[in-house]
């Protein structure tokens, strides 16, 4: 539960955007923007059955005694038992934590934590989805602390739920398996989960937090169900357009006063460009394959895995805006909605799939910033991967409409649900559906163009259907 000082701080900070009715500031605002970016990843390894090498890593970090982290549906797949084959070949001691909630929540994040301030462990591997690594990342983070569990959890969650205090201590080493092809957590220093009182996701975000290594095994994801595969997919395809359409890195305000301030997401760059449209190439060319020929297509399955990877160092340096901050309220608020292929313990709506819902509304909106931009990423969609330049003669003033139209279709040939309305949502929503966007702030800020609630709201209700 929140404190009662936490609970006022929160309610204060909302009260203050709600009261200027303007959900994103203005980009400068006399601030001084920022003149350098920083590109972080992970070391990645890629390769069919790279995950039998695990063993040897774990004994090359000088390193015996690990926590392993997964969930309850992934040990009990043969390939899971590759990575115990491996820790077992080199005499690795591990204690198992399966007890992961898909869509993480505050409370689960806190008995994994629990969890790994119990035992001395000198190392953690992570071996499942992005829910797995998230979990795995902040118990490493709060079990590596000196103050363990006694440090206050809202301390390094984003503001303006938590304080979002930078990172100081060390973490212990930490090796990621995805066993998806969508989050690209296995590259990077973010955590999400739902905040449970305030029905809204958010998240911890420091380059701390980042994997000391990737092992992007596609042995992994031939076996994913389908909608499992698609809805992994949608999130590797918003990360690469979210990324590259972001503000400039240096547009960005404010300026940090010392490197160490400097975000983890921070705005489009030359470097991170270039992985986000190889992702979103991969994801043109391959995701649809990968759903429709479910467990056959080995090629599709691998590529997209790899482009899962390619999308997170794009997007977890440059950031990802709009899609993102707005799907927070949107899986935050389930009611009823069960996803096809997911565990049916509870209701979910799937990250990637609350994440492209609002696509189609929120890039017609932003187009107007960077329209060039956002005709690339359409041509790019229309062929495949195989071009930038189908669209890139058209009116600019065309471009957003032209985008969603291209985006729309690639969802309908994807079997999406018809809209937010299919997923149990309905106008009188929208209203705590744009609330819970508000605290978002750490990728809304990131929007190429400044918006306001109203704004919000009609990106909402242009997306209770899509077709």
């Not at 309610?11 to 709600?18: F, V």
């Not at 400068?28 to 390894?45: H, I, N, P, Q, W």
């Given at each position: ?66 926590a392993l982290f997964t969930d309850e549906r992934i040990r009990k797949l043969k390939s899971f038992e ?51 690594m998230d979990t795995c990342k902040v118990a490493n983070l709060f079990a590596s602390s000196p103050e ?320």
């Amino acid at each position: 539960m929140l404190s009662v000082a936490s609970r006022t701080r929160v309610l204060s900070l909302l009260g203050a955007i709600e009261h200027t009715n303007q959900c994103c500031p203005s980009h400068g605002g006399g601030l001084k923007s920022d003149y350098a970016f920083e590109m972080a990843c992970s070391t990645v390894r890629f390769g069919p059955g790279v995950v039998t090498e695990l063993g040897s890593d774990i004994k090359n970090l000088n390193c015996s005694n690990i926590a392993l982290f997964t969930d309850e549906r992934i040990r009990k797949l043969k390939s899971f038992e590759n990575v115990l084959r491996s820790l077992e070949k080199k005499h690795i001691k591990y204690d198992i934590f399966d007890q992961i909630r898909v869509e993480p929540t505050d409370t689960s994040f806190k008995r994994a934590i629990h969890f790994a301030c119990q035992g001395q462990f000198d190392a953690y591997v992570a071996v499942g989805g992005g829910s797995v690594m998230d979990t795995c990342k902040v118990a490493n983070l709060f079990a590596s602390s000196p103050e363990k569990e006694a440090t206050n959890f809202l301390d390094y969650v984003n503001p303006p739920i938590g304080k979002g205090l930078p990172v100081r201590h060390t973490l212990k080493p930490c090796i990621a398996v995805p066993t998806t092809a969508g989050t690209g957590s296995e590259t990077t220093g973010v955590a999400i989960f739902d905040f449970e009182e305030l029905h809204a996701k958010t998240g911890i975000a420091h380059r701390s937090m980042r994997p000391t290594l990737g092992l992007i095994d596609p042995d992994f994801v031939q076996t994913m169900p389908s909608r499992v595969a698609a809805n992994s997919g949608f999130d590797v395809l918003c990360h690469a357009i979210e990324s590259y359409t972001a503000i400039p890195f240096n547009q960005r305000t404010p300026r940090p006063s010392d490197p160490i301030e400097r975000p983890t997401y921070q705005g489009s760059n030359p470097i991170s460009d270039i992985w986000s449209i190889q992702a979103l190439r991969s994801v043109a060319k391959y995701l649809k394959r990968s759903i429709e020929n479910q467990n056959d297509d080995h090629e599709a399955r691998t590529q997209m895995h790899l482009a899962a990877t390619m999308a997170g160092i794009g997007f977890g340096n440059a950031g990802v805006h709009l899609c993102h901050g707005m799907s927070y309220g949107i899986a935050g608020n389930v009611r009823s909605y069960h996803a096809k292929d997911y565990p049916q313990d509870h209701p979910i709506i799937p990250h990637g799939l609350s994440v492209v819902m609002t696509s189609p509304a929120v890039f017609q909106f932003t187009a107007a910033a960077c329209p060039e931009r956002h005709l690339e990423v359409a041509s790019i969609l229309a062929t495949n991967g195989e071009t930038k330049s189908k669209f890139l003669n058209h009116p600019h003033k065309d471009a957003g409409k032209i985008l969603a139209d291209i985006l729309r279709q690639f969802l309908y040939d994807c079997n999406v649900d018809d809209g937010l309305k299919a997923l149990g949502y309905s106008n009188s929503d929208i209203p705590a559906l744009v609330k819970a966007t508000i605290p978002q702030q750490r990728v809304t800020k990131l929007a190429p163009l400044t918006f306001t609630q109203e704004d919000l709201t009609r990106l909402f209700e242009n997306s209770m259907k899509l077709y």
